[in-house]
């Protein structure tokens, strides 16, 4: 009898359980509330008097502090992280935490320069570390455009790097390149760079990428003499083929291939969804 009693409480419980859940799932959503700006960030100094003295100790129980706090109902609060980062990298600018932190949650959320300084730190700091200047140099293309820094930066991370310096060497000449708007100029530079690399693994990325360039001058050309001697402009690239200007589309060693759009051949790139259109 006591067995039967308990399995009918239990699918009972489970009943209640399963009418509350159904019920709570109707419910509208409470609106989250917004981050406050009055947040108490303290200064460096007074943390380093907290914390007996010890700068670093204080360094690593705010940035734990601030990875535990720092979102409010699954959004960032920028106003207080780039207050508390700042005063983390006032600590121990060398802290690796920190710098990943501010990289991911200032940068990336729209506080790029904010988040440039203490990726700046902590290069100083750790020079050792090829990540700091690799993460500030890729900053700078992608968000700034800004080609010399990202340019230096990326050498910076090269003479650091002890697997990875011909990749960080192949994106700092890439970068480049791809803001000449001319393929033939910039199919030029870019041998002129393959030609003058010591490495033979980076002479081998840079051979991929003129080669790349290659077949974008060719299809260009071939579109330039199908138009010269029609006087209409490209259509659809089969004709290129299909009139004798062409034997077949040249293939792309990196396997992007190239697309024709507004009329005119493009190397086809990798786009970042929701960040590049």
């Known amino acids: ?38 947040r108490v960030v303290i ?11 010890d700068r670093f100790l204080a360094a690593n129980l705010e940035t734990i502090r601030l990875s535990a706090t720092g979102i409010h109902y699954g959004v960032p609060d ?24 501010a990289n991911a949650l200032l940068t990336w959320g729209g506080a790029v320069e904010e988040g440039g ?26 968000f700034n455009r800004n080609i010399p820094a990202a340019q230096t930066a990326l050498e910076q991370a090269a003479l650091r790097s002890e697997h990875n310096a011909d990749g ?3 994106l700092a000449i890439t970068i480049a390149i791809d803001q000449i ?23 081998g990325m840079l051979n991929q990428r003129v080669e790349r360039l290659e077949g974008l001058v ?13 006087g ?20 792309d060693p990196m396997r992007w291939g190239y697309e024709f759009k507004n009329g005119q051949f493009h190397l086809r790139r990798v786009r970042v969804a929701g960040v590049e259109e």
């Open 1 to 38: 009898m006591l067995p039967r009693l308990s399995l009918i409480t239990l699918l009972l419980a489970l009943a209640v359980f399963l009418a509350l859940v159904s019920w709570r799932a109707e419910q509208p959503l409470a609106a989250a509330p917004l981050p406050s700006h009055d």
């Open 43 to 53: 200064a460096a100094p007074v943390l380093v008097g907290l914390y007996g003295g």
């Open 78 to 101: 920028d106003f207080y992280l780039i207050r508390a980062h700042k005063v983390v990298s006032e600590l121990n600018p060398c802290h690796e935490n920190n710098y990943y932190l």
């Open 117 to 142: 300084d203490i990726l700046v730190r902590a290069t100083d700091c750790r020079h050792w570390d090829e990540l700091p200047p690799f993460l500030y140099g890729f900053n700078q293309y992608f």
């Open 168 to 170: 960080y060497r192949r």
């Open 181 to 203: 708007e001319d393929e033939k100029i910039a199919l030029e530079m870019l041998r002129q760079e393959r030609d003058r690399a010591e490495s033979a693994r980076l002479v």
């Open 218 to 230: 060719l299809l260009r050309d071939a579109q330039r003499a199908y138009e010269a001697q029609t």
């Open 232 to 251: 209409q402009p490209l259509s659809e690239p089969g004709l290129l083929i299909a009139e004798g200007y062409l034997a077949a589309f040249p293939n």
